[in-house]
Each structure stands twice: as C-alpha cells, then as structure tokens.
C-alpha cells in the first residue's frame, strides 16, 4: 500500500467473493434453539462470549462466535444475515426495520431507491468460509499461540492507553490520532476474528455499534481509509455474517463518494467526511497512481452486497481510464496523476515502492476476485511482470540476490523499499491462479532478498528502504543502508559499508532510512510462498522476524513480569556518541561493578542527567546517570526508570564542564511504573543495543504484520484458502465472487 501523506504508505490491496448458494456448516454440538435463542431474551455481551472452563466452544454453556454474532443481533434488535452461521430458525427472526443508510454529504438520497440492504433473494451473502476458521485455542501449533501472545500484549497497550482513537503510542502510553476513527480498533477486528480472540472481539464490535459514527467534520484519506476501515469493516462482516459491520461500511463507502466529483474522475486523495467536500493536497493537484488505483476490490464488493452500482462505476471508470493513458513503458506506469486533466504527470520515474506499488497488485487481484473473466486486466499485470524484468531487475555482489530496483529517465537506480516485498507473494499468487510458472520462479527469487533484508541488518529487521551492492568489495554486504554525512552543516550522501563512505566528518551520520515502522510486506509474502510450496524454510524465517520484533520493537509490561530496571543493579556497558554516552546494562545481582555499585533509580533523587552536548530536553524516560558512579549518561533498555527532570547543574571537577542534574518528577514517576503494552516502530535497525523507539504502534502491525504471521504458522491450507479469498492491501480477506 503506498503509505501516504507524511508517512508514505504504500498502496496495495486484494480481494472478495461469494460462495452463495451452500449451507452454513454448523459447529459441533450446536442446534436450532440451542444458546442465543431469537424469541427469548438476549444475553448480555459477556454472556454470549463466555465459555465454562474445560469445554469446547459451541459445547454446553460455550457458543461458537458465528452462534454469538446471531444471539447478538437478536439481542440488539437487527435482522440476522439470512445467510449467516445462526442458531435460530426463521420463523423466530424478528423483523425490525434497519435504519437508513447517510447517503453522502454532497448529493440527497436517490429518489425511489430501496434500502439497499433490502437485497432480493439470491443476492451474494457472507462467506459460509467464515464456519472453517477454527476458534478453539487447541488447534493453535506454539508459534501461532507465540503471535495470539503478541497479539495480546499490542491490544491491552492499545485497549488501556488508546481505546477508541487511531494508533497507540506505546512509549509515552499514550494516543495519535489520525482520523479519529479508532483506525487500529478497525483494522484488527478480522484478526482478531481469525486468531479467536472472542472477548477482544466483542468489545470492539460493541464499541464499532455505539461509539463509530462518521458525521464529523474531518478529512480522511480516500486510499488509507478505503483499505483500513472499508476493507475492515467488509472483511468482518464476511467473517461473523454480522450486518452491523456492512451498514458501517455502507455509510463509509457513500461519504467516500464525493471524492470522484473531478473534472477527470480521478479522485481527490482527500475528503471531509462530514461535508462532503473533496480536495487533494494542498500542494498539488496530483493523486497518487497507486492510491486511485487501489481501492477498487473494496468498491467493487460493497455494491455487490448492497446492490448499489454506482461504488463499483466510480472505481471501474477509474481503471478504465487508467489503462487508456500513454506515458507508460511496458506496462510500468508514472507514480502521480493529476485529477483535473486526468494525464500522469512527473513522467519517467517508475518504481514498485511507495506511489505506485498497489497499483500491480490490485490488477491480479480484481482479475481473481470477478472470477477470472476480465481478462484487460489480467493481460494489464501480465504486461507489467514483464516490465518490471526488462527495466527493474538487478542483481547484487557478493551474494547475487535478485532486486527490484528504480528508473528515473534512462538512470537505474539500485534502491528498493521495503514495501516492494509485497510482490513475491503477489507473483506466487499469479502462478497459483494458472499464470506462467516462470512467475513463482522470480517470487522465490525476490523472497530470499526480502529475507536477507531482514537478516542482514543487526536487528533482524528490514530498514523502510534499502540501496543494494553492484559491485565487488572486500567484506561488503549486498543490503546497505543510506545515510548522511554532515560537515559544516553541508550533507553529502552514502551508504553505509559501501564504496565512497564518508569519513572527513566530525559529526556522526544522521539515519535516513534506517527505521522499521512494523510492516508486513515481507511476512505476507512468506505467507504466500509456504501455502503454495510447502517449503518449512519460509515458516522459519518468519519466526526469525517475529523474533526480532519482540526482541527489539516490544514495549515492556513492568506488571507481568520483573523488570531488570526495578529489580537490578546495573553496569555502565561503554560510551557512544557525543558526550561519552554510555548504556547501563541490567547484571545479576552481587555482581562486582567497576568503580563501585550503581544505585537504583528508586534509591536516589538526584543523578545526573545531562552533559553540555546533550541538552536535558534531548532526554527520554529512561536514560539517566546514578549519583555517585564513575558512568556517563545511561539507558535502561527495558524501558523504566523515567520521570526524571533537571533541577540544576553540578560544578566542574577534575577538568569536566559541568552537568545538569535531574530529579524524579513524582507524577511522571509513577506513569512509569504503569504497565504498558504495544510495539514500537524503531528508528534504526542497525543498532542491536539502541534501536531508538519511536512510539508509534501503526494499526497495520494488528491488521496485517500479525495476521499473516498467524497464517503463515498454520499447516492448514483451507484456514482462508486463496482459492476462496483475496486478501486487499491491508490485509482483509475479501470473498471471491462465484463464477457467473
């Protein structure tokens, strides 16, 4: 997905489908009448998701959530799905009318048109698939129970210090928000659904129904909400057959629509959802390729549902013209469009990084999702496969690795973004679907890069971009990563552990691509590659990257277990950087430390904080100096202590300037010792002791990044089988539409 705004997220997206017509296959031990029955009193929420200890869910006091989603709508008065996995028989359905759907801010309701959730008979329904994800932790192997483990300790950060809003800051246990619309909320429901988190789920679905509303004045981003909250909100209907998740997404999708009101029908990249008015940037005129072009699966399946057309003519009108416009070459397009005269614009540059990525991905995927018959656009991806080998491929030294670089008017540039990562898995997925074998021979290929990414890199994670070595060098590595210099305030480039490195500077390099932000790409692709090969290898590297994210982007929780900062002495570990600055490392208790023992933090209200290059604001909860002690500033890295602010400065002695000092703030002190809970995005894989958290916990980490590790850990091929469902850019499994 092309990560947009400030954030450059990467466009891309996938899937849909309905298997009208089958049965919905019941759970083991369950009946018409049994549990939630529809003419008697609804249980409360707790009720409907609770389980007596020992028995197996849909067993005894126990209901399976396909059974609770029905118990739920009876409580609440809707009308249960006609197709969805219910205990109650038709007869005992009460039939209460659903409240009209908000139409869009900038048009009045179409006159004479029926509530489109009214469908006639044999209009699609939810996937009976949703019957097949097993619920019972039992089935879970241990490294799926390792991801519901991490799962679990994102949510309780995000559920204690940012329920309801968009993005948890897990640091400062704290809230981002973006749209104000409980975005990581939303796109965790289907996740949690899949990994059958059964409570989590029932609080936010009760949240979704009493606290989401979308008259309110604020722009969103029509790709990013489009994938993220549509896409969601689709995706859990689809799973739990639960309609209040589809009148959502029916009152998202028309507050998106005013976007398509340009003169060229491209859409703004921006609309106020409450208003209705659309924009784009404030500082073009341009759209993204990526984003107008990935938000079609999402469209497309909402009026399948709904039976309104006029959701899959906006976006299908935009890929039309899209497929119309000169300015390509072989099949790769430019990165921007303009929405005015509908012409790509900043000609020359092509890339499947961030702006154009999702835009190959969603022609395969909508080719899979209408059931293989439209074939523009299949011949569309086919052509752009073999742009990208004619123009994109290189080849790196010392290991070989096959990598997609980028073209700016005739100059290859050996830069590829993490996000490329997706196309491996979209290449396998090609070749699943009947498209030349020679594709998953490129996504093996293109895999191991995306792998040695990760592995390369002292962390074990991927930096957001990677520049790769073309030429043969003593003790050199393929995957670099760019930084800048600085001398005199000027900046020249490099690449760290390349050719032409830098070194006349005397201030430290300055990272430019060294963060991980939690993405998914390369997981999902390993996904792909081991449900369609089998090979164990893909698995292990997967658990080698959720390894790493524990290791290195986990925020601690103080309360679960003893935390080596409250519990432990610590030793000064060595000095780095300007000032001397040096790490305290936990050591075991009575072990000597040189230069006498280290108080703890709790033990003194003093320390020294501080040196003149290193301001005090420079300082984050948990860097701090014990008094006393021959150590310079120090960091704890399980997090606490912190609470500590400057109150003054100590005199110089023995030749040393003098240093501020710091005391506990009483109030901060105690937000400290506050169990925590989420994933940080760091800022520099490339350093194992300090990778720099950044606070920010982006909702993909929940939709995307832990889904397809949960996916990728099971053996079963039809938990969301891909002959069933596609997957849109964000990760939400989006029926296949039957063949017509």
Request: charged share 20%; hydrophobic share 35%.
């Amino acid at each position: 997905m092309p990560r947009t705004g400030g954030r450059m997220r990467r466009p891309r997206g996938r899937g849909r489908a309905a298997l009208a017509g089958k049965a919905p296959r019941r759970e083991p031990g369950t009946r018409s009448g049994r549990g939630s029955e529809c003419g008697r009193p609804g249980p409360s929420l707790g009720q409907l998701f609770s389980e007596k200890q020992g028995e197996a869910p849909g067993r005894g006091g126990g209901l399976t959530l396909e059974a609770a989603a029905c118990g739920w709508r009876s409580h609440l008065g809707s009308e249960p799905n006609r197709s969805a996995p219910c205990l109650c028989s038709g007869s005992e359905r009460p039939s209460s009318s659903v409240p009209s759907s908000w139409r869009g801010a900038a048009t009045e309701p179409e006159q004479g048109t029926r509530d489109p959730l009214r469908k006639a008979e044999g209009t699609p329904k939810p996937s009976p698939q949703a019957a097949r994800i097993p619920q019972d932790p039992a089935q879970q192997n241990e490294r799926q129970q390792a991801v519901v483990e991490a799962f679990r300790h994102a949510w309780a950060g995000y559920h204690k210090f940012a329920w309801g809003h968009d993005e948890l800051k897990p640091v400062s246990r704290s809230f981002a928000e973006w749209f104000g619309l409980g975005l990581t909320l939303i796109d965790s429901l289907d996740t949690m659904w899949i990994l059958g988190l059964k409570k989590e789920f029932a609080e936010a679905r009760e949240w979704v129904s009493e606290k989401l509303w979308f008259q309110k004045n604020v722009d969103v981003n029509l790709f990013e909400s489009t994938i993220r909250i549509l896409g969601g909100l689709l995706s859990a209907f689809h799973l739990s057959g639960d309609d209040l998740f589809l009148e959502k997404a029916e009152d998202f999708g028309n507050r998106l629509m005013p976007a398509f009101q340009t003169p060229s029908k491209i859409p703004y990249s921006d609309v106020n959802i409450g208003t209705g008015v659309a924009h784009p940037p404030r500082w073009t005129s341009d759209s993204t390729v990526a984003e107008v072009t990935s938000i079609q699966l999402e469209f497309r399946e909402l009026s399948r549902l709904t039976g309104n057309k006029k959701f899959q003519e906006a976006v299908e009108q935009v890929a039309r013209h899209v497929h119309s416009l000169s300015g390509k070459k072989d099949g790769l397009v430019p990165m921007f469009i303009n929405t005015n005269s509908g012409l790509f614009t900043h000609l020359g540059v092509f890339t499947l990084g961030a702006r154009a990525d999702s835009y190959y991905e969603y022609l395969l995927k909508q080719w899979i999702q209408g059931g293989k018959t439209e074939t523009q656009l299949r011949d569309d991806y086919l052509e752009a496969v073999e742009g990208i080998r004619r123009h994109l491929l290189g080849r790196s030294e010392p290991r070989k690795l096959t990598f997609v670089g980028e073209l700016a008017h005739g100059h290859f540039s050996a830069k590829m973004d993490h996000l490329v990562c997706f196309l491996p898995g979209t290449l396998a997925l090609g070749a699943h679907h009947g498209l030349p074998a020679d594709h998953m021979e490129l996504a093996r290929a293109l895999m191991d890069t995306c792998y040695q990414m990760n592995r390369q890199m002292e962390t074990g994670l991927s930096p957001e971009i990677a520049h790769f070595n073309l030429y043969s060098q003593k003790a050199a590595k393929d995957v670099q990563v760019k930084v800048s210099w600085r001398r005199r305030g000027a900046v020249l480039g490099g690449s760290e552990g390349g050719a032409g490195r830098r070194t006349l500077s005397p201030r430290p390099p300055q990272p430019a691509d060294r963060h991980n932000l939690l993405r998914p790409e390369t997981v999902e692709s390993l996904f792909y590659l081991y449900r369609f090969t089998g090979e164990r290898k893909y698995q292990d590297w997967g658990w080698e990257i959720l390894q790493s994210f524990n290791a290195y982007t986990r925020v601690s929780v103080p309360g679960s277990r003893p935390s080596p900062a409250l519990a432990s002495p610590f030793r000064v570990h060595g000095t780095r950087g300007p000032g001397g600055r040096a790490r305290l490392l936990p050591v075991s208790r009575g072990q000597p430390v040189s230069g006498g023992s280290l108080q703890r933090p709790e033990a003194t209200e003093r320390v020294l904080c501080g040196s003149p290059m290193w301001p005090a604001q420079h300082f984050a909860p948990g860097h701090w100096r014990a008094a006393g002690t021959p150590g310079r500033l120090g960091r704890s890295p399980a997090g606490p202590p912190g609470g500590l602010r400057c109150v003054g400065s100590e005199g110089a002695s023995a030749g040393r300037p003098a240093r501020p000092t710091c005391a506990r703030d009483p109030a901060a002190w105690a937000l400290a010792q506050v169990p925590s809970g989420g994933y940080s995005s760091i800022g520099n894989v490339q350093d194992a002791r300090n990778p720099q958290p950044r606070d920010k916990m982006e909702s993909f980490f929940l939709g995307e990044t832990l889904k397809y590790l949960y996916l990728l850990f099971s053996d079963d091929p039809d938990l969301l089988s891909l002959d069933a469902y596609v997957f849109n850019t964000e990760a939400h499994p989006l029926p296949i539409w039957a063949p017509a």
